[in-house]
């Protein structure tokens, strides 16, 4: 049993960073007569032997760090302290790690890109071989397109390897190896809220890169999923434990496949296209989601 006892009133905003998002976020919470305020993980060190837990942080928490870790450990020691955290710990870590996420959304036979993992440079090496150039290679832990890598022949692979072998971060030396789709120059990108698609977009790649991320550059253009698309999206997040979550997918020569699950959305993009407010959608979750 949580801590919130009483009508919901208050509601914090943990963040690193300001982006648009957590401002636009800021608005509308107090548009919808929350009282709330930001608490910057930063600077708000959390004492794990304490007896009382801070008054700062109100019983209400919507989790909006951009550092990953930073976000899933506040997650963490929230919920153990009795918060309501959205998106929680379980989610945070589930979408937080791309290894995770894919053999999810597999065992839930949710379509997704054909992925190995290994644990060496010689098993990533013979994999690359055998799954036939291109290949994608990601971290498992990232966002924005950052240090994933379109790997079109031996020669290539071999000098990523040989860099990634030298970096000092261990999660650099697993292997998360990609069958490349061969989709048209955009992805497919939903915002889901509780049990519901709020936007969709296309994100067509810019002229001199193969990702879409908004953030690289990325267009956005409103699209009306299908029927057969959102069932995925509402599916996958639900595999998850969502709640707030961008979810990725990719048109394939065979359908639908979805690659990535955000538990941290940017949402900048699709409301520059959409006619709903994404930011007022996610405040008015948050504010009904106190008794669930
Ligand atoms: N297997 C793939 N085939 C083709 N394009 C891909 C593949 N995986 C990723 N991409 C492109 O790279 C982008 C970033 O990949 P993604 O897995 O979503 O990681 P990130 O967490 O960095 O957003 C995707 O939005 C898509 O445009
Ligand atoms: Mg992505």
Known sequence: MGRITSELAKLSIVFDRLRW????????AKEEGLEVNLVDAKSMPLDLTSSSVPSSIADLVLQRT????????????????????????????????????????????????????????????????????????????????????????????EALLETREMLPDPQQQIYYVQEYI?????????????????ATIYRYQPDDDWKTNIAR??????????????????????????????????????????HEINNNVEFKGASSVSEKNIASEIIKYVKGSVSK
């Open 217 to 258: 550059g990325g267009k956005a253009e409103l699209l009306k999923p299908d029927s057969e698309l959102e069932e995925l999206m509402l599916k996958a997040a639900k595999v998850v434990g969502g709640e707030i979550l961008g979810i990725d997918a990719m048109e394939s020569s065979n359908g639908y496949v979805l």
């Open 66 to 157: 951009i550092s990953h870790y930073r976000g899933l450990y506040y997650a963490a020691i929230l919920e153990r302290w009795g918060y309501r955290v959205i998106n929680s710990y379980k989610s945070s870590h589930l979408c937080g790690n791309k290894l995770l996420t894919t053999l999810l959304l597999s065992q839930n036979g949710i379509p997704t890109p054909h992925t190995f993992i290994a644990f060496s440079r010689d098993s990533a090496l013979q994999i690359m071989d055998k799954m036939g150039y291109p290949v994608v290679i990601k971290p498992i832990t990232g966002s924005w397109g950052r240090m994933i890598a379109k790997v079109r022949d031996r020669d290539e692979a």
């Open 21 to 28: 998002e957590e401002k636009e976020l800021f608005e509308r």
């Open 182 to 198: 061969n989709r048209p120059p955009r992805d497919i990108r939903s915002v889901v809220v509780g049990d519901r698609v709020v």
